[in-house]
């Protein structure tokens, strides 16, 4: 499966952005869909996760209340929904996907085996 993001941008303090990674080649709906982000300088952390079933969720805490994950069978598509952004979410943000049957959303990157290229999000204050 090869994923692309899109979505990413320029916005300011407070604003709202929705990000969408696009599943092709096959059916992302057997896997764990997940995002991550990757800051300046920093290592890349997980955001948010999504199980196979679409009802299990994952939140780091810096995402917990503001951002929503959610996908779309019918078009291979996970969503990512962020709201009242702050600069600190400044950030590459890639969409990472595994078959793998884990038992919980992992949220260590190597857990995972296919990535996008990441989509930029950049907000300022």
């Known amino acids: 499966v090869q994923l692309v993001e899109s979505g990413g941008g320029v916005v300011q303090a407070g604003d709202s952005l929705r990000l969408s990674c696009v599943a092709s080649g096959s059916t992302s709906n057997n896997y764990i869909m997940s995002w991550f982000r990757q800051a300046p300088g920093k290592e890349r952390e997980f955001v948010a996760g999504?199980?196979?079933?679409?009802?299990?969720?994952y939140y780091a805490d810096s995402a917990s209340g503001r951002f929503t994950i959610s996908r779309v069978y019918a078009e291979n598509t996970v969503h990512l929904q962020m709201t009242t952004l702050k600069s600190e979410d400044t950030a590459v943000y890639y969409c990472?996907?595994?078959?793998?049957?884990?038992?919980?959303?992992?949220?260590?990157?190597?857990?995972?085996?296919?990535w996008g290229q990441g989509t930029l999000v950049t907000v300022s204050s």
């Open positions: 990472a996907s595994t078959i793998r049957p884990y038992g919980r959303i992992p949220i260590t990157s190597t857990m995972y085996d296919r």
């Open positions: 999504i199980d196979r079933t679409g009802v299990r969720k």
